[in-house]
């Protein structure tokens, strides 16, 4: 017959004894890292940014692989192309899906861009220009990646 002794129930810590990360204000101790790590420096005007701009909920998001494109695709069918830097400005939008974007992937290039669309089409896009090279089709069903 199996042990039927149970283990304590885990305490949870309550929500007023949870902290956030604060790195540590001396970098260096005598010229030695403190273990604190590198302090994270961005090029953003501010901590958290809203970005605004699709007419519905956003399904994926990639970064260029030089880390200076957003690209995000939502539920209106489109993709919008973001500034990865500073106010994070939205400079260019892919249309030409007949249904939802469900993921987005750039090129090891940064020139292009594949989405995966609920149209049972893939798109190759070019991302200096924003147009459609070319559709993928042939898919029985939903594309979602």
């Not at 101790?29 to 590198?38: A, M, S, V």
Request: negative net charge.
């Amino acid at each position: 017959m199996a042990d039927t002794a149970t283990a304590p129930p885990v305490a949870k810590r309550s929500r007023n004894e949870l902290t956030l990360y604060q790195p540590p204000t001396d970098q260096f101790d005598h010229g030695e890292d403190i273990g604190g790590g590198p302090i994270r420096t961005s090029s953003l005007d501010a901590p958290t940014m809203k970005l605004t701009g699709h007419k519905g909920s956003v399904y994926c998001l990639a970064y260029d692989p030089a880390a200076q494109v957003l690209c995000s695709g939502s539920f209106d069918m489109t993709c919008l192309l973001w500034s990865a830097t500073g106010n994070c400005a939205n400079f260019n939008a892919l249309s030409g899906h007949k249904n939802a974007v469900l993921d987005v992937k750039f090129a090891n290039d940064s020139e292009h861009i594949v989405t995966a669309s609920a149209d049972k089409n893939l798109g190759w896009w070019d991302a200096n220009t924003g147009s459609r090279v070319k559709r993928f089709m042939g898919h029985d069903g939903i594309v979602n990646a």
